[in-house]
T-cell receptor, first 114, second 114 residues
Framework: ETGVTQSPTHLIKTRGQQVTLRCSSQSGHNTVSWYQQALGQGPQFIFQYYREEENGRGNFPPRFSGLQFPNYSSELNVNALELDDSALYLC?????????????FGPGTRLTVT | AQSVAQPEDQVNVAEGNPLTVKCTYSVSGNPYLFWYVQYPNRGLQFLLKYITGDNLVKGSYGFEAEFNKSQTSFHLKKPSALVSDSALYFCAVRLNFGNEKLTFGTGTRLTIIP
């Protein structure tokens, strides 16, 4: 186990609704990244937060937004849900400024949009 | 821009035989390379990484990978496959500067046949 937790495990929403996914980073980590993994695909980078500021963003529209809190937990918010948003959402924590470099992933939240 | 190619969607290997899962990458600059494994209904688990130094890197569960700069490859290998190695394997790349955005391949499903 990596020490990264995510909630909820599964979620079903209707098109047009809004959703908030939560992530608790591994103890001591200062960076969280969010990825979207569609069925049969590799994870796609959504964005990264370092010390509560966005530190890079992938090719996702503004309706995908995030927050990182002082305790390094994080939220991913998606507004105006679309059917194509159905995917496994993964968060990963890491420690910028060290020689470790790898990211540690949580188990993911499975979002289904109907 | 950075990209990863995993040319084989599926690799089947007999238990006890050596296995190879292929990965090639494209990046402008020096890469950091990673292998992750994903078991059903689970997040990604870190296996190994290449940052710098020796081209042959060793990781968890007896896996190793060889960095080949001229061929821009980072193939995952194991001398003797176990049935428990059956899973989905992802290769990922990031730049050695800037944010820690990982770019993943589409994954290779490894099946070890008893």
């Amino acid at each position: 186990e990596t020490g990264v937790t995510q909630s909820p495990t599964h979620l079903i929403k209707t098109r047009g609704q809004q959703v908030t996914l939560r992530c608790s980073s591994q103890s001591g980590h200062n960076t969280v990244s969010w990825y979207q993994q569609a069925l049969g695909q590799g994870p796609q980078f959504i964005f990264q937060y370092y010390r509560e500021e966005e530190n890079g963003r992938g090719n996702f529209p503004p309706r995908f937004s995030g927050l990182q809190f002082p305790n390094y937990s994080s939220e991913l918010n998606v507004n105006a849900l679309e059917l194509d948003d159905s995917a496994l959402y993964l968060c990963a924590s890491s420690l910028i400024g060290t020689r470790t470099h790898e990211q540690y992933f949580g188990p993911g939240t499975r979002l289904t949009v109907t | 821009a950075q990209s990863v190619a995993q040319p084989e969607d599926q690799v089947n290997v007999a238990e006890g035989n050596p296995l190879t899962v292929k990965c090639t990458y494209s990046v402008s600059g020096n890469p950091y390379l990673f292998w992750y494994v994903q078991y059903p209904n689970r997040g990604l688990q870190f296996l190994l990484k290449y940052i710098t130094g020796d081209n042959l890197v060793k990781g968890s569960y007896g896996f190793e990978a060889e960095f080949n700069k001229s061929q821009t490859s980072f193939h995952l290998k194991k001398p003797s496959a176990l049935v428990s190695d059956s899973a989905l394997y992802f290769c990922a790349v990031r730049l050695n500067f800037g944010n820690e955005k990982l770019t993943f391949g589409t994954g290779t499903r490894l099946t070890i046949i008893p």
